[in-house]
């Protein structure tokens, strides 16, 4: 059975499609031994061998992570400076990403896979997979600025989708976004005027943390991890 080359990377684990249609365009991926730059090109997994730049590229064993990401740990595979969130996995022989970003301050709720496909799910915004988040202000947003933050805030790549905001009692902020941007909710408070003492991702989809403690993680299957967003639970 043959499947386009771009989603054939992106179940090897090699990239997200959309990474791995500029790896394709930049000449760097080669089947039978030629050089493909064609986007609609198909491969038979079966018989065709693709390379990326020299190596082999085949399909591995899809793994799916659910971690309550720790302050203090950057969400890379590697960095020079700080330890990482995949320092904390024991025993994974695979090379996993993280899904989306939460910055070295931030905590709470993150995917870790080697499934590209399931991550562009996930960050696209066509996906339209919300994220929810607990802010610990240095103070509370009045009326005039909560309603900016639900019609969108002019940062400087652009007006962010409406945002879902509730204040609690003990001076915690709850706001759910749809996008991703990088320190998005934090720049979106900085705009304010209003300093985030603490941030935590709290819910991806209808994905709740509730129970997993902070450092630990648990494995799901594609297909239990997607129900957990789509349709609900808790970790």
């Known amino acids: 059975m043959k499947i386009r080359l771009n989603k054939f ?5 090699i990239a997200s499609r959309r990474k791995a249609e500029e790896l394709i365009l930049s000449g760097k991926v080669r089947v039978n031994g030629r050089v493909v730059r064609e986007l609609a090109f198909f491969v038979n997994p079966e018989k065709d061998e693709v390379k ?23 969400c890379a595979v590697k960095d020079r400076w700080n330890p990482t969130v995949i320092d904390l996995l024991k025993g994974v022989e695979e090379r996993v990403y ?3 970003r939460l910055d070295l301050r931030s905590e709470g709720l993150l995917i870790i896979t080697n499934d590209g496909e399931l991550t562009h799910l996930l960050t696209h ?15 509370l947003p009045d009326e005039a600025e909560l309603n900016m933050l639900r019609d969108g805030i002019p940062l400087e790549d652009g007006l962010t ?12 902020v709850e706001i759910t976004i749809g996008e991703g941007r990088k ?6 408070f900085d705009y304010l005027g209003i300093r ?18 902070e450092g630990k993680y648990r494995f799901f ?8 967003i789509y349709r609900g639970g808790v970790v």
């Open 221 to 228: 299957s594609r297909d239990g991890l997607l129900h957990m």
């Open 9 to 13: 990377l992106a179940q090897c684990g």
């Open 183 to 188: 320190r998005e909710v934090r720049r979106m």
């Open 161 to 172: 989708s409406p945002a879902k905001v509730r204040v609690f009692p003990d001076g915690w």
């Open 125 to 139: 915004p066509s996906g339209e997979i919300k994220k929810t988040y607990l802010v610990e202000p240095d103070r």
């Open 98 to 100: 993280p899904v989306g």
């Open 196 to 213: 985030v003492k603490r941030l935590k991702r709290i819910a991806i989809g209808k994905m709740r943390l509730e129970k997993l403690e």
């Open 52 to 74: 990326v730049g020299k190596k082999v590229v085949k399909p591995e064993r899809k793994i799916y992570i659910v971690m309550n990401k720790p302050v203090g740990y950057v």
